[in-house]
């Protein structure tokens, strides 16, 4: 009987391994035709900026450059105002990830693991912010920092973003997680909570804190309505303001523009290939929540 | 609306008694006083920063919108009480009608859109394994990281009369579209660039959602000799459907909010075709007059109460649609 049963399977086992390569090379394909259909406007954008100014939108269309010519890329890294840009927006999206970080965990700590008054008012306070759409407090919020005298400051741009309730509601949601035996040694043991927030907490948040990071990173990175109302300063002109602003200040020279966006959009690529593997499961916790 | 919304906020988090009552059985104080008291102060002094920045950057501002739109702002006479005069304003105003309209029509296109083809690239990228499946899960990401600027500058450069868009419709020999110039197309064109932007989270949410649908079902279904669509219309899109909604409001709260886009590839034209609500709002905001920012201030909020209400009355259905499905 097994033998019967063996010469039975066997032509279909051939024949399902047969589709299984045909298939891996037809999903293969399809892969690939998938990601460059997703990656092209990228790809594009670092295609035509090599192309020059005559070159560029040029009547019949042409999909590679004549030569390839690195001059825009060239010219917008010699730039002083786009080059000022990148370095004032990078270290005030360093600073601003820090200390969002440091001020969202410190509340996300304190309301997944102390018990204190009036605790359910500050939750919804502080929750409240992530209901509230942008546009209901932009205009005011501009008002009142031109108030406080911070128009023109790295301040305005850091500030008044660095407490976020997403960004606190997830970490909360990590912290609850959390075993209590160690804390609980550890409070036996005569740490305070600061010690414990440092010591244990602290040094085991590195997945969700690349997450919100990141996040704070490119938000801070990509902003452009916010800087646009506060900031007229040359010297603090942040990258997004240069580039939506490109056109109307020099015309439309389409190749030193895709150049300089090419340029601004590798901090973001890098930073998004280095910590893949935690952005991506973030989004998808983020998700089931 | 603020009281409406918080109650969403609170019932919306699955926390609230558990975890209080761990907190609370987990430290038991016999000396109640001075420990219960340092313990508020070390709490407090954790919260602090946030509710003090929250307080100065979220809810004066908040509360600033809602007192400036109720009042007739005069540099010489000082402010005056006018009540819901702006709001009648706004509501009789066609330019925000339009503008609503064209918040909607805008957010059409690009939610359903992007969710079929988030569907689609969710449960292709499922049938993938190990090192491609994470690749591609980056490759379908990475639009995501992107500022809308450097999106509304791409899409407008493809948009261009010479452009890479009518090049591509020029070979099966459509006629090049004027797209940002052309009061039928720009809105579509500015869609493309919001469907792609959107792209990366809404697959990796569904992606993860198809996970969870135990294999079993399709392999019983497989049996029963249905085919792949029948498991995909009888199984996935019906156990997927609490997310599906959670993406639509989500999706459509978050599109018909959108302005950086159009500001950039338009600035709202040509002739208010691409003017979203919030454009609207922020354009209005920076003539600069007295009246036009209690104005705007009236209609931000506006907006506020209607996008807060539609989220409302869908968190409900949703949650109540999962009380039944448990």
């Given amino acids: 009987m097994s033998s019967d049963q063996r ?50 939108l040029r009547s019949p269309f042409q999909f590679f450059p004549d030569t390839w010519d690195p001059q825009n890329y060239v010219d917008m890294l010699q730039d002083d105002e786009f080059m000022r840009a990148m370095t004032v927006t990078f270290i005030g999206a360093l600073v601003f990830t820090a200390l969002s970080l440091l001020v969202n965990s410190l509340a996300a700590y304190a309301f997944a693991r102390l018990d204190f008054r009036f605790k359910r008012f500050w939750w919804v306070y502080c929750i409240t912010p992530m209901f509230v759409p942008m546009m209901a407090i932009l205009l005011t919020s501009f008002m009142v920092v031109t108030k406080l005298g911070m128009l023109n400051t790295m301040a305005v741009l850091i500030i008044p973003g660095v407490a976020s309730s997403l960004q606190m509601f997830f970490l909360r949601q990590f912290y609850l997680g959390h075993p209590a035996a160690i804390e609980e040694a550890a409070l036996i043991d005569g740490a305070n909570r600061w010690q414990i927030f440092w010591t244990i907490f602290l040094p085991q948040s590195k997945a969700p804190f ?59 690529i890098i930073l998004l290939l280095i910590f893949q593997r935690y952005i991506v499961s973030g989004v998808r916790m983020a998700g089931i929540k | 609306m603020t009281t409406a919304d918080t109650r969403v906020a609170v019932e919306a988090t699955p926390q609230a008694p558990g975890p209080r009552g761990r907190a609370r059985r987990r430290t038991p104080r016999p000396s109640a006083t001075p420990r219960h008291l340092q313990s508020d102060l070390t709490a407090y002094l954790m919260i602090a920063p946030m509710v003090v920045l929250l307080g100065i950057f979220v809810f004066w501002p908040l509360v600033y919108s809602f007192w400036l739109s109720l009042h007739s702002i005069n540099f010489y006479l000082g402010n005056e009480w006018v009540g819901t005069q702006f709001y009648r304003y706004v509501l009789t105003d066609e330019r925000f009608w339009d503008s609503i309209k064209v918040g909607v029509t805008y957010a059409v296109m690009v939610v359903p859109t992007g969710m079929v083809i988030s569907l689609i690239l969710a449960m292709f990228i499922k049938t993938l394994r190990g090192r491609t499946a994470s690749v591609m899960k980056t490759v379908v990401y990475l639009p995501a990281v992107l500022s809308s600027v450097i999106a509304a500058i791409l899409f407008a450069f493809m948009g261009q009369d010479a452009g890479l868009i009518n090049a591509a419709i020029g070979v099966v020999g459509i006629e090049p579209i004027a797209w940002l110039n052309s009061p039928t197309f720009a809105l579509p064109a500015v869609a493309l660039a919001g469907v792609w932007l959107g792209l990366g989270v809404s697959t990796l949410i569904l992606l993860s959602a198809l996970n969870e649908i135990p294999e079993s079902y399709y392999e019983s279904a497989a049996l029963d000799g249905a085919s792949f669509l029948q498991q995909t219309w009888y199984i996935t899109i019906p156990l997927l459907r609490n997310v599906f909604l959670f993406l639509l409001v989500t999706g459509f709260t978050l599109t018909i909010q959108e302005f950086q886009l159009p500001l950039i590839m338009t600035n709202g034209g040509p002739v208010g075709a691409t003017k979203t609500p919030n454009l609207f709002i922020f354009d209005s905001f920076r003539e600069n007059t007295p009246y036009s920012t209690s104005f705007s201030l009236a209609a931000a909020l506006l907006l506020f109460l209607v996008l807060g209400a539609i989220s409302l009355v869908i968190f409900r259905l949703l949650r109540s649609e999962k009380a039944i499905d448990a």
Avoid at chain 1, 215 to 225: D, I, T
Avoid at chain 1, 238 to 259: C, D, H, K, T, Y
Wanted: proline share 5%; hydrophobic share 55%.
């Fill in chain 1, 7 to 56: 010469s039975g399977a066997a032509p279909g086992r051939v024949s399902q391994m047969h589709g299984t390569v045909a298939q891996r090379t037809i999903k293969g394909l399809f892969t690939l035709l998938i990601a460059i259909a997703i990656l092209f406007p990228v790809a594009w954008m670092a295609i035509a900026a090599f192309k020059s100014k005559t070159e560029v």
């Fill in chain 1, 210 to 268: 690349v997450v919100v990071g990141c996040a704070s990173f490119l938000a801070y990175w990509n902003a452009y309505v916010w800087p646009v109302l506060t900031i007229t300063d040359p010297n603090l002109t942040q990258i997004m303001q240069v580039l939506g602003n490109f056109r109307s200040e020099r015309g439309v020279e389409w190749g030193l523009l895709m150049a300089g966006s090419a340029i601004a959009t590798l901090p973001t």
